[in-house]
Structures are given as C-alpha cells and as structure tokens.
Nanobody
C-alpha cells in the first residue's frame, strides 16, 4: 500500500506560480512512476505530467508544456509540480498518482495505469 498526500494548492492570480508537493509513504518510492492529473468541475480528469521512477524522463500534456515542471526526490519520497504562468483554465483539483513500474510497462498518460491516488489539492487561478 502507498499513501499519497498532496499539498501546496491555493488561490493565485493569473500569471502567478505555485509548487505542488506529493509526499509518499508505505512502499519503495523509487519503484513507482509518478503522475499528476487534474479535474475541473464538470470535466473529465485529465493528465498533466508524469515522471519515470528514476526521474530520467518526463511527459507533459500539451496544455502545460513549457509552463509546468515535474520533478522528484526519491530520498524524500516526494514528487513536485512547479506551475508557472498560471491561467484561469488551470483551475482544478490536482491529484498525484503512483504506478508500480518495476518490470512493468505502463502508459503514463492513462489514469487507469496508476495504482494509488492522493486526495487532491485545490488550485484556483483568478483572472
């Protein structure tokens, strides 16, 4: 079992920045690819970014590419999402997720590939 707890959300003006954190506990963090997903009211959950368990590769949704950066610190069992140049359309609940990927290939963009999810943190961007 892996427990994930997000933090760092809040209210920010358009053009501002936030840094989300997701602290993991329970299993070997470095065995898991990590992803960030978001869900706005009335919309489907959407992929934001993912990072390989080694931190060696990352993937971003086109809507956030160049503005958001995902990173991880395996020694601290934490994954981060640095969000810059925020837009009102970035408003959503942001969830981190963990996918066990030792000897297992996944599609990191597909939420169904992830084994564990956090409760989420609200990000609100005002115009």
């Amino acid at each position: 079992q892996v427990q994930l707890v997000e933090s760092g959300g809040g209210l920010v003006q358009a053009g501002g920045s936030l840094r989300l954190s997701c602290a993991a506990s329970g299993r070997t963090f470095s065995s898991y690819a990590m992803g960030w997903f978001r869900q706005a009211p009335g919309k489907e959950r959407e992929f934001v970014a993912s990072i390989h368990r080694s931190g060696g590769s990352t993937i971003y949704a086109d809507s956030v590419k160049g503005r958001f950066t995902i990173s991880r610190d395996n020694a601290k069992s934490t994954v981060y999402l640095q969000m810059n140049v925020l837009k009102p359309e970035d408003t959503a609940v942001y969830h981190c997720a963990a996918a066990y990927t030792v000897s297992r290939a996944i599609d990191p963009v597909n939420g169904a590939a992830y084994d564990y999810w956090g409760q989420g943190t609200q990000v609100t961007v005002s115009s």
